[in-house]
């Protein structure tokens, strides 16, 4: 069985920074691709950023410049380093892991509010 397990959420203020951290464990040998989703109250799910295998990242046009995804494949991690974060970036984001093979697996997701 794998398990993603995210942590770094919380609230901040507009402008603040927030690193988030997705952990994975179970019966893998190695950390497939890596994604960031987040989902705000009543939208649908979006991609915020991802790192391939290889380490090629891609990141939606609304937090580029300002996001950074990074993995540490020994420690079979993936952090978000969020910087000059905005209202709109309020929502649960969760952590994806994929394999070319199909195999899919989700974290159970970490709130970030970003509020004055």
């Known amino acids: 069985q794998v398990q993603l397990v995210e942590s770094g959420g919380g609230l901040v203020q507009p402008g603040g920074s927030l690193r988030l951290s997705c952990a994975a464990s179970?019966?893998?040998?190695?950390?497939?691709?890596m994604g960031w989703y987040r989902q705000a109250p009543g939208k649908e799910r979006e991609l915020v950023a991802t790192?391939?295998?290889?380490?090629?990242?891609n990141y939606v046009d609304s937090v580029k410049g300002r996001f950074t995804i990074s993995r540490d494949n020994a420690k079979k991690t993936v952090d978000l380093q969020m910087n000059s974060l905005k209202p709109e970036d309020t929502a649960v984001y969760y952590c994806?892991?994929?394999?070319?093979?199909?195999?899919?697996?989700w974290g159970q997701g970490t709130q970030v509010t970003v509020s004055s």
């Open positions: 179970g019966n893998i040998f190695s950390i497939g691709h």
């Open positions: 790192i391939t295998s290889g380490g090629s990242t």
């Open positions: 994806n892991m994929y394999y070319n093979n199909g195999r899919n697996y």
